[in-house]
T-cell receptor, first 114, second 116 residues
């Protein structure tokens, strides 16, 4: 089955700096890679996703890059703000696998220091 | 759009009782719903995949007789924790998939279960 590794497990940055979280996946058939943000006690919220036919996607301060050959994808947050502090999860899915199940990374706790 | 609700948001019950958690897709029909369990400071652990009108598929190590899942309609799935014990205390989250070939899942707000 799919295995998703996520690094780092914790990340502290100064407000205004950039943050980068990296994930690798094992199943070359995976073609969908979402990123979720989860605040303490709240639901995971989809913040950006990318499909395997695209190498990069950007939405304001958030971008995701995908390297299919190396089987890794990364989340980039620029101009970080205190409200970006949360746990971020990456995930991977392949078509038809268990009704499109997502395999999650272990999460990265991002702290943005004012 | 793509709003998922979950009820109750928290529940406290005595050991040995059963608890039912509802997951609803409010503004779309969900072909597939998923149930996750999340321990503090850990990732989401998939418990089961639920397709409307068919039996749920449970992940390895998840007892199907203990965690009963019913997906009676395209907008409602329920998880019943039977004969709950303190070790079942956890944060249970459902998600719903829009259907077709899309993999996007939208999550409910979660249910905090505490078994005394």
């Amino acid at each position: 089955g799919e295995n998703v590794e996520q690094h780092p497990s914790t990340l502290s940055v100064q407000e205004g700096d950039s943050a980068v979280i990296k994930c690798t996946y094992s199943d070359s058939a995976s073609n969908y890679f979402p990123w979720y943000k989860q605040e303490l006690g709240k639901r995971p919220q989809l913040i950006i996703d990318i499909r395997s036919n695209v190498g990069e996607k950007k939405d304001q301060r958030i971008a995701v890059t995908l390297n299919k050959t190396a089987k890794h994808f990364s989340l980039h947050i620029t101009e970080t703000q205190p409200e970006d502090s949360a746990v971020y999860f990456c995930a991977a899915s392949r078509p038809g696998a268990g009704s499109y199940q997502l395999t999650f990374g272990k999460g990265t706790k991002l702290s943005v220091i004012p | 759009g793509a709003v998922v609700s979950q009820h109750p948001s928290w529940v406290i019950c005595k050991s040995g009782t059963s608890v039912k958690i509802e997951c609803r897709s409010l503004d779309f029909q969900a072909t597939t719903m998923f149930w996750y369990r999340q321990f503090p400071k850990q990732s989401l652990m998939l418990m089961a995949t639920s397709n409307e009108g068919s039996k749920a598929t449970y992940e390895q190590g998840v007892e199907k007789d203990k965690f009963l899942i019913n997906h009676a309609s395209l907008t409602l799935s329920t998880l019943t924790v039977t004969s709950a014990h303190p070790e079942d205390s956890s944060f249970y989250i459902c998600s719903a998939r829009l259907g077709g070939s899309t993999s996007t899942q939208y999550f409910g707000p979660g249910t905090r279960l505490t078994v005394l």
